[in-house]
């Protein structure tokens, strides 16, 4: 199995960027698509972005086109999501997932086998 820890995440101002990172142990980050979710107080879990195992596929939810970058390091088993014009409505705890499916549904939360613990991005105004 593998297992996944979220970092970068803190307290950054509207209009501002953050990084946050996924780092993978137990078994190659290659084998994995990978994704990113939120889930805000008090709403369900998003979906953020995603990328496949190769890098050769991206996904974005509509609200964050044109402000999120998702990319991945196999070398170093890490995957990055790069936030930049920031919003409070973007204030969650943010959560990498894995699935080493062949086929995936990038923004459905139910495919993904392996969840990380999550880190806080708060956007203040």
């Known amino acids: 199995q593998v297992q996944l820890v979220e970092s970068g995440g803190g307290l950054v101002q509207a209009g501002g960027s953050l990084s946050v990172s996924c780092v993978a142990s137990?078994?190659?980050?290659?084998?994995?698509?990978v994704g990113w979710f939120r889930q805000a107080p008090g709403k369900e879990r998003e979906s953020v972005a995603a990328?496949?195992?190769?890098?050769?596929?991206?996904f974005y939810a509509d609200s964050v086109k044109g402000r999120f970058t998702i990319s991945r390091d196999n070398a170093k088993n890490t995957v990055y999501l790069q936030m930049n014009n920031l919003k409070p409505e973007d204030t969650a705890v943010y959560y990498c997932a894995a699935t080493a499916a062949y086929y995936f549904a990038a923004g459905v939360a139910s495919s993904y086998d392996y969840w990380g613990q999550g880190t806080q991005v708060t956007v203040s105004s």
């Open positions: 137990g078994r190659a980050l290659f084998r994995y698509h």
């Open positions: 990328i496949s195992k190769s890098a050769s596929s991206t």
